[in-house]
């Protein structure tokens, strides 16, 4: 186990559970702000920073992104990944597609809030359904072979993107199999040393 992962999971889990009383008591909490997207980048951590212009052009952006959100609480609510089937989880991946390609087109990126910072968004609002796209877990899980650790820059993985459907089918199987919370998994394997990981 890695300890300075240990910690670096419990602070985070403080300020995502900050975020949800935060969002509670909005009176529609898929209206997203600014302050949604602050929230957002201190629970992920890393060393990105939103940089957007805060305008009217924003505040249109951002609502591209919640119309998302409704989509998923109008079709999910509080659905668990291992209850869903699986034309039921191919829909749920077409949504996090969608709303990651937000992030990538022109109209509607915001600086500094990509594809690992939208996990991080979609877990916050539907954390028993949507796991975070994080390297840590990636590698843990063996879904990014531990030698890709040794050749990307920072421990950065170029287009993480790419293995979040991935990420999503292994934590699924394990909730189902050893009857866990996605942040439970979340927490087994951010903490296990790399060095550790193992195929799932």
């Known amino acids: 186990m890695d300890k300075a992962a240990e910690t670096k999971w419990d602070k985070a889990a403080i300020s995502l559970e900050n975020y949800k009383e935060y969002y509670k008591k909005k009176t529609n909490k898929f209206d997203l702000t600014l302050i949604d997207l602050l929230y957002i980048s201190n ?24 119309e998302v959100l409704i989509e998923i609480d109008n079709i999910y609510k509080d659905r668990n990944l291992a209850e869903i089937n699986d034309t039921e989880l191919e829909k749920l991946n077409e949504y996090i597609n969608k709303i990651i390609k937000l992030s990538q087109e022109k109209e509607t990126a915001i600086d500094g809030f990509k594809s690992s910072y939208i996990s991080a968004l979609l877990h916050s609002y539907f954390p028993n359904l949507i796991p975070v796209l994080d390297r840590r877990i990636l590698f843990n899980l063996g879904i990014v072979d531990i030698e890709d650790k040794k050749n990307a820059p920072n421990e950065q993985i170029k287009e993480i993107e790419q293995h979040y459907k991935e990420l999503i089918r292994k ?17 087994d394997y951010f903490i296990m040393d790399i060095h550790d990981q193992q195929s799932v």
């Open 171 to 187: 934590i699924r199987n394990i909730s189902k199999d050893e009857n866990k919370s996605i942040r439970d998994i979340d927490r």
């Open 43 to 66: 629970f992920k951590g890393g060393n990105a920073t939103i940089n957007e212009k805060e305008d009217e052009k924003f505040d249109v952006k951002l609502q591209k992104y919640g």
